[in-house]
């Protein structure tokens, strides 16, 4: 039977990873998957992850099942940390959340549970938006349907020709959005847009289904929660996917959390019941190890400052880099303006330059980036900025 089947293409981002892995070129530069490097070029584990980690190494006294919905005290932690404590709609006891392995099983768990409100779910994504969110969520049965976002001539929001689109929708139709650092533009909502998007979707009977794998590599932990938090205020059904792979540095851990908001606490335990068995015939539990470690560092104080001072420094050398990579392309002979880099948020922007160059760029220089032109500006450090900029020159100027 198996000699039917015909190979399918690599995910674009995952095959990049692959090529650049054996690439041998001495100043190899990987701008490809979003993943976080420091100035050395290496993806460190956090401090307040390497603590939390030998503590368990002691404290941890079984290995037997948990749940579902993993465990309560991460669960707990996890909903303080996107929603502040204070937010009513936890203390109304509205939001029911599970443990989910890494952002894609939160996107996954939340799209087959949407399949099973409504044999009709239509979702709708931002043009363009992350690779894999076509993939995770008609892979559940939902339909996707497009709104324009990115607007390559201006390198900011076509936010009229946005909410245009969003006014096509139909009652009961699901919006997806990014909660901060969009992946792939860079290109945030800012507050007054969060409210009109609100607005608009409260009043065409739209539900937002919030993607946030990035909180504290924006703004701030408390400044990219904005959007999620206004929304989950105003709205009687909502959901939320996070991500600890960024912000946590767990990325292989797979590490995250799906929050279901519904009308009163009855409803959302209902809709807990829901999630749970689908979880339970998808991969029974999450696994425990990156959920532990979190919830070790979020339940100890000094071990939280110490993630927050570490996410903030992972934060601002991002930023830092935004502003030198906009310098050294405005001090070299480049033409065109790219301070649009430094307005933008996260590890991702559109360079802006074709997929030949793009491909030059990987061929004569092994610089390796996504053939939209969307780069990890992460992935830059002060030894290959000169490397980088002058070859782009030289790519622009063929
Ligand atoms: C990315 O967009 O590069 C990251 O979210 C990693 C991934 O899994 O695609």
């Known amino acids: 039977m198996f000699e039917h089947l015909q190979p399918l293409p690599q995910d674009p981002i995952l095959s990049l990873l ?16 979003g993943v976080y490097k420091d100035e050395q070029g290496n993806t460190p584990i956090i401090g307040a992850v390497k603590e939390a980690e030998s503590r368990l190494l002691t404290s941890e006294q079984s290995k037997s099942y948990t749940a579902p919905a993993g465990t309560a005290e991460y669960n707990h932690l996890a909903s303080a940390l996107v929603f502040g404590t204070e937010h009513p709609a936890l203390k109304d006891q ?14 996954r768990m939340g799209a087959e549970f949407l399949r099973g409100c409504s044999q009709k779910s239509r979702v709708w994504v931002s043009l363009p938006t ?19 976002y990115y607007d390559y001539a201006t390198k900011g929001i076509q936010f009229e020709a946005m909410l245009q689109t969003l006014e096509q929708a139909h009652a009961g139709d699901f919006v997806l959005l990014h909660g901060c650092c969009h992946n792939p533009s860079g290109a945030d909502l800012n507050p007054a847009q969060w409210q009109a998007v609100a607005d608009l979707m409260a009043r065409k009977g739209l539900i937002p289904f919030v993607d946030m794998a990035y909180q504290g590599l924006g703004n701030g932990l408390e400044q990219d929660a904005f959007g999620v938090r206004l929304l989950a205020e105003h709205f009687p059904e909502m959901l939320v996917a996070t991500s600890c792979s960024k912000n946590f540095g767990l990325y292989r851990e797979r590490t995250g959390t799906l929050f279901i908001i519904a009308a009163n606490p009855a409803q959302a335990e209902t809709a807990g019941s829901q999630l749970f068995s689908k979880i339970r015939s998808h991969y029974s539990m999450p696994p425990a190890h990156g959920a532990a470690i979190v919830e070790t560092i979020l339940a100890d104080t000094g071990l939280t400052l110490s993630w927050k001072c570490e996410l903030a420094s992972m934060r601002e050398r991002i930023q830092g880099l935004r502003q030198q990579l906009v310098s050294a392309i405005t001090a070299s002979d480049i033409e065109g303006d790219f301070t649009f880099i430094q307005h933008q948020f996260g590890m991702f922007s559109f360079l802006g330059i074709s ?8 061929q004569d220089y092994s610089i390796y980036m996504i053939n939209s032109s969307r780069m990890n500006i992460a992935g830059l450090n002060q030894s290959s900025m000169d490397y980088f900029v002058s070859a782009l020159a030289k790519v622009l100027s063929a």
């Open 130 to 148: 992350w690779a894999n969110h076509a993939p995770l969520l008609t892979g559940a049965g939902l339909e996707i349907a497009e709104y324009p």
């Open 94 to 107: 509205r939001i029911i959340s599970a443990q989910t392995p890494g952002g894609c099983g939160a996107l």
């Open 18 to 33: 692959g090529e650049y892995r054996v690439d041998t070129h001495p100043h190899k530069l990987d701008l490809g998957i």
């Open 355 to 362: 997929p030949q160059q793009v491909e030059q760029l990987r």
